[in-house]
């Protein structure tokens, strides 16, 4: 049996709206023929060889993504079908976009009718709230043909991913305890309910990128930490090895710091007022998560001098629904 996805739009005023199947019980209906939402179109830069034939690729960007929803808003009467486009409208102003962003959210299901976690990609209204409108069996109508654009080509998880760098060095023991043994423990070794060890810093982890694009992290350090330091991604399948050099850094205990890596939004800030850009290395190498999995590490710290916490967070992208 098919199931059709779920698909909410919300609103750069928060408002959520259910684009639901035609005959569903919302007061929005997404019709057939929308598009837009598999495979973005790319800009592929080539030059061509002076004296051989054919030509190579150079570099390569995905374009700016535009959406089509066929739309059906419809109400019990007029007047309430009239709201329903006004609520709707008020939802999508492009001039309120730049404190914040409509969003698709879209959720595939599965066979057995099981729902797979959200994906989202934010928009704008572009064109198409114009339309025609009509009754039906007592229903009041209005079609439009809604199109959106999205400046960022890829579609997303609704949450970050957080990996932090930190291992249990213990394997987990049995809850229940041996034969004969008390089952509250007294000295925390014999009997149940043992105590595990704390999770301690580990300077490399293996990150897996679940996604299909390559994305790059942000860097969230807790002292104490005396640098410099190197933050390196081994090589993948797509990338060479990189390395982003700290040339100093000094955190005391508790202080922290946020590195931004991703283009167009790098920063690095801090709780204190030596840590920040200049600690970085002239013209930094900032990488990526390529998919599927990454080894990083942390290298070029002395003994001991390991921060209390450190985490990489980034925000998986997908080609598509």
Not at 181 to 191: P, R
Request: glycine residues 10%; negative net charge.
């Amino acid at each position: 049996m098919d199931y059709a996805p779920m698909v909410t739009l919300e609103g750069v005023d928060g408002s959520q709206f259910a684009l639901s199947a035609k005959g569903g019980t919302g007061n929005i209906w997404l019709n057939k023929g929308a598009t837009g939402l598999d495979m973005p179109e790319w800009d592929v830069q080539t030059a061509e060889y002076p004296v051989l034939d054919g030509e190579y690729p150079i570099a390569v960007r995905g374009l700016a993504r535009e959406i089509f929803l066929p739309l059906t808003v419809w109400g019990d009467s007029r007047p309430q079908m009239v709201a329903n486009k006004r609520r709707l409208i008020r939802a999508l102003p492009p001039n309120r976009m730049f404190a914040r962003m409509a969003k698709l959210i879209v959720a595939e299901a599965d066979e057995s009718g099981n729902y797979e976690p959200q994906r989202e990609i934010e928009v704008y209204y572009a064109d198409g709230l114009q339309g025609d409108e009509g009754s039906d069996n007592g229903l009041s109508w209005g079609k439009y043909g809604l199109v959106l654009r999205a400046p960022d080509p890829f579609f997303r998880d609704r949450a970050d991913t957080v990996i932090s760098f930190a291992k249990t060095p213990t394997a987990p023991k049995p809850f229940f305890p041996p034969k004969g043994e008390a089952f509250v423990s007294k000295d925390g070794l014999t009997g149940g309910f043992k105590l595990s060890s704390d999770p301690v810093f580990s300077p490399e982890m293996t990150i897996h990128n679940p996604g299909e694009i390559s994305v790059f992290p942000t860097w969230k350090i807790v002292g104490p930490l005396e640098g410099p330091f190197n933050l390196v991604r081994e090589a993948t399948s797509y990338s060479p090895q990189g390395v982003l050099v700290v040339n100093s850094m000094s955190l005391a205990v508790g202080e922290f710091v946020t590195i931004v890596t991703t283009p167009g939004k790098v920063k690095v800030t801090a709780s204190n007022s030596s840590a920040g850009w200049s600690n970085l290395t002239t013209n930094p190498q900032f990488w990526a998560l390529d998919p599927g999995d990454n080894q990083v590490s942390i290298q070029g710290l002395n003994p001991g001098q390991e921060p209390s916490f450190m985490s990489a967070s980034f925000r998986v992208k997908y080609l598509g629904i």
